[in-house]
């Protein structure tokens, strides 16, 4: 059974700061998604990795993966308070459609 | 732009009343999933289909079940609600097969109170 592990869950930063969210999962995978969440709202797509050593960067967002490990990690670059929001990553196994989410991050940027 | 719709964003019901929630795709998506949100438990999957007439089950299907008549429809129904059926109800749609990207698209979710 595939498990995904995210960390931390909660994340309170100040604006300007770097920090990054780090999402494990157990078995083997051929893509991994990044959503995010605001509140009261449904999930936004941010990023789909699909190899080892993937990066893909959008504004202040930066997403890795590493198969071997089985890490992805989502860094944050100076954060700014549009930021705050919950975030998602989830793992798609080799075979098959479904996707398994981690908990989520809640981020607050403060000012 | 990929578009996905639920029929309702707030539903209150009662306990054993039986509750349609409906998804729309426009798409032309095969696959579509059905979720339920809660605090701390991130998003679990209820049931999920990659065709007309066909389901599989997720991870919590009990007390639920679906209809896939049309592509674009994915009803998910809660025969007797009850209390702890009170969630979030997120539904998605993605292509089906090894595409490059295969991202589900979800639609604004549904809060789903039962009483």
């Known amino acids: 059974e595939l498990k995904v592990e995210q960390n931390p869950l909660f994340l309170s930063m100040q604006e300007g700061k770097n920090y990054t969210i780090y999402c494990n999962y157990s078995?083997?995978?051929?893509?991994l998604y990044w959503y995010r969440q605001d509140p009261g709202k449904s999930l936004e797509s941010l990023f789909v990795?699909?190899?080892?050593?993937a990066v893909k960067q959008e504004g202040r967002l930066m997403a890795s993966l590493d198969t071997k490990a089985r890490l992805s990690t989502l860094h944050i670059t100076a954060a700014v308070h549009d930021l705050s929001a919950t975030y998602f990553c989830a793992v798609r196994e080799t075979s098959g459609s479904r996707l398994t989410f981690g908990e989520g991050t809640q981020l607050t940027v403060n000012p | 732009d990929v578009k996905v719709t639920q029929s309702s964003r707030y539903l209150v019901k009662r306990t054993g009343e039986k509750v349609f929630l409906e998804c729309v795709q426009d798409?032309?998506?095969?696959?579509m999933f059905w979720y339920r949100q809660d605090p701390g438990l991130g998003l679990r999957l209820i049931y999920f289909?990659?065709?007309?007439?066909?389901?599989e089950k997720g991870d919590i299907p009990e007390g639920y079940s679906v209809s896939r008549e049309k592509k674009e429809r994915f009803s998910l129904i809660l025969e007797s609600a009850s209390t702890n059926q009170t969630s979030m109800y997120l539904c998605?749609?993605?292509?089906f097969g090894t595409g490059i990207y295969n991202e589900q698209f979800f639609g604004p979710g549904t809060r789903l109170t039962v009483l």
């Open positions: 990795l699909l190899s080892n050593g």
């Open positions: 998605a749609s993605s292509l």
């Open positions: 078995t083997t995978s051929d893509r």
């Open positions: 798409m032309d998506h095969e696959n």
């Open positions: 289909s990659y065709d007309v007439k066909m389901k």
